[in-house]
C-alpha cells in the first residue's frame, strides 16, 4: 500500500514496485503498439508445489505457509502430481519430505496417511485476473497488469517456471465505493485455449508472447515520451461487459516523474463501476493519439481517481 495526497492507494491486481533503468525499449527501437484492454486471467506455474497455509502434522511438526516441497522420499517434486505418484507408491508407513523454508533446507519424516490430507493445502500454481496492456504487431509480445504479480495467499513474489495467460469475459461488476474497492467478476472466456505464454513476472508487468491472433485487433499507435504526456483529457480503454473493449474519457491531473494521476469523468463508466476496478490494472491510457500509459492503482477513499505508470517506463524491461 503507497500513499499519494495524503489518500489511501490499493493496488489494481496484486502490486507495484518501481525500479528506474536508465534508457527505454521505445527511445532505441522507435516501434509503435497496438493497445489492447481486454481482461485476462494470468496463471504462473511455480517452480515447486507449495504450502499455501499453515498445516499441523503432529504436536510438534508445522508445515507453514510458503514452504516450498523438494522431494518425497529423495524423489524430486515439481507438481501436485508428482506429489500424488510419488506418495500412491509409497510402501513405509513414514515418508521423508525435504522442502524450503525461507533459504534453508529441512528434512522431516511424515506419516504416510497424512499425505492424502496435506493436498488441498499445497499449491503448484498461482493465478490472477487483469488486463492486457498492448502487443508489439511486429515481434507479438505484449506487456499486461503494469506491476508485478504477488502471490497474496503465501504474500510473495513466486517463483515461477513459466505461465500463460487466457482471454476472460467480464460476467459481472461489483461497484466501487469510497473505502470498498469494487472488483470485475470474471470468466476464462475459450477453456484450455491459451491467449499467450508468460516468461517474465517484473516490476513492470507481466510480460510474454501473444499466441491468439483474434487479441492481436486494432492500430498501432506511437509511445508518449513522458514529457510528452500532459494535463487534460485522456481515454481510458478496458472492458466491464463481456469481452468488448470500450473507451472511457479520463482527465489526467498531475505529472510526476514516472507515473501520472488521474481521474475518471466518463459518466457511464461511474454509474457501471463506481470509477476503478479491481483487475483493471493494465488498462491503457492513450491521449491525442499516442499511447500515454497504464492504469496500476486506485485511490480507495475515491475510486474515480487513480494512476498510472507511463508506457514508455512500462517497457523498459524490453531488451
Known amino acids: 500500500m503507497r500513499c499519494v495526497a495524503n489518500k489511501r492507494i490499493i493496488t489494481i491486481l496484486l502490486g507495484l514496485m518501481i525500479v528506474f533503468p536508465t534508457h527505454s525499449w521505445a527511445e532505441k527501437n522507435g516501434d509503435s503498439l497496438i493497445p489492447l484492454g481486454q481482461s485476462i486471467g494470468v496463471q504462473l506455474k511455480l517452480e515447486k508445489p507449495t504450502f499455501v497455509h499453515d498445516v499441523l502434522i503432529d504436536e510438534k511438526l508445522w508445515f507453514k505457509s510458503g514452504d ?43 506419516s504416510a496417511n497424512k499425505l492424502e490430507t496435506m493436498l488441498p493445502f499445497i499449491r503448484d500454481y498461482t493465478e490472477g485476473i487483469g488486463t492486457i496492456t498492448y502487443v508489439n504487431p511486429k515481434t507479438n509480445e505484449y506487456g499486461a497488469l503494469g506491476h508485478q504479480i504477488i502471490d497474496q495467499q503465501i504474500v510473495r513474489i513466486p517463483s515461477f517456471a513459466g505461465g500463460s495467460i487466457f482471454l476472460s469475459e467480464i460476467a459481472g461488476i461489483h461497484k466501487s465505493t469510497p473505502g470498498k474497492p469494487g472488483y470485475k467478476i470474471a470468466k476464462q472466456a475459450s477453456i484450455h485455449v491459451q491467449a499467450g505464454n508468460v516468461r517474465e513476472n517484473t516490476i513492470y508487468g507481466v510480460f510474454g508472447e501473444l499466441i491468439d491472433p483474434n487479441m492481436k485487433k486494432g492500430k498501432a499507435i506511437p509511445t508518449a515520451n513522458a514529457h510528452n504526456v500532459k494535463k487534460g483529457q485522456a481515454e481510458l480503454f478496458t472492458s466491464i461487459d463481456g469481452n468488448d ?69 512500462m517497457i523498459k524491461k524490453q531488451p
Open 245 to 313: 473493449v470500450r473507451a472511457y474519457q479520463v482527465n489526467i491531473i498531475k505529472i510526476e516523474e514516472t507515473t501520472f494521476q488521474f481521474i475518471v469523468t466518463d459518466t457511464e463508466l461511474i454509474n457501471k463501476t463506481g470509477g476503478i476496478l479491481q483487475g483493471m490494472s493494465g488498462s491503457p491510457i492513450i491521449q491525442d493519439g499516442k499511447f500515454a500509459g497504464a492504469i496500476t492503482h486506485m485511490v480507495v477513499d475515491n475510486p474515480v481517481k487513480g494512476a498510472a505508470i507511463f508506457i514508455q517506463e
Open 68 to 110: 516450498q516441497i523438494i522431494s518425497l522420499n529423495e524423489k524430486s517434486i515439481k507438481s501436485i502430481a508428482d506429489w500424488k505418484k510419488i506418495s500412491k507408491g509409497a510402501k513405509n508407513p513414514q515418508v521423508s519430505i525435504e522442502f524450503l523454508r525461507g533459504n534453508k533446507r529441512q528434512d522431516v519424516l511424515v
